[in-house]
């Protein structure tokens, strides 16, 4: 789908907040400035969380309660790589009941995939966000599996 403004994005976030159920995670891919942590805003939104999400700059993760569920969102820009976050201790918090949404998921180091070494979660979708104009994006997205993974 395409958006035409960081609301629009931020509604598309809301319905998916809504729709949440424990143990999801998102997995949000795309350049910087793409809009992930817009989109992850509106999940918050959609879970009722009263908290605005901001870009989590200085830490790896900001977790969101006074929803629906518990909202963790996490931005791995600055990792490098799996060892660099079981330093960090993420691997113990990566999935929970709570909802799950993860900027830069290819520094878990496990590809396109869930890492192994994580915990597997009730669903897993994965987002790819484009930059198609100044204020347009486009956002595709496939779920991989429902139940367990693997
Ligand atoms: N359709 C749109 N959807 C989302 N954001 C948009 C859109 N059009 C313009 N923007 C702008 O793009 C920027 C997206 O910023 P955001 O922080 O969400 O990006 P990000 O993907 O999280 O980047 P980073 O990798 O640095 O964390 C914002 O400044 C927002 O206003
Ligand atoms: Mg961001």
Known sequence: MK???PAETEAVG???G???GPG???LLYGDLGSGKTVLARGVAQGLGCPARVHSPTFSLLHVYRGGRLPLYHF???R???PEAIARAGLDEQLVNEGVTVIEWPERLGAGETWPAWAPPPQ???RVLLEI???NQREIRYEDLGLGRLG
């Open 3 to 5: 958006t035409e403004s």
């Open 14 to 16: 809301r319905a998916w």
């Open 18 to 20: 809504l729709e949440a």
């Open 24 to 26: 999801w995670v998102v």
């Open 75 to 77: 931005d791995l820009y």
């Open 79 to 81: 990792l490098d790589g």
């Open 123 to 125: 669903r897993l979708r």
């Open 132 to 134: 198609t104009g100044p």
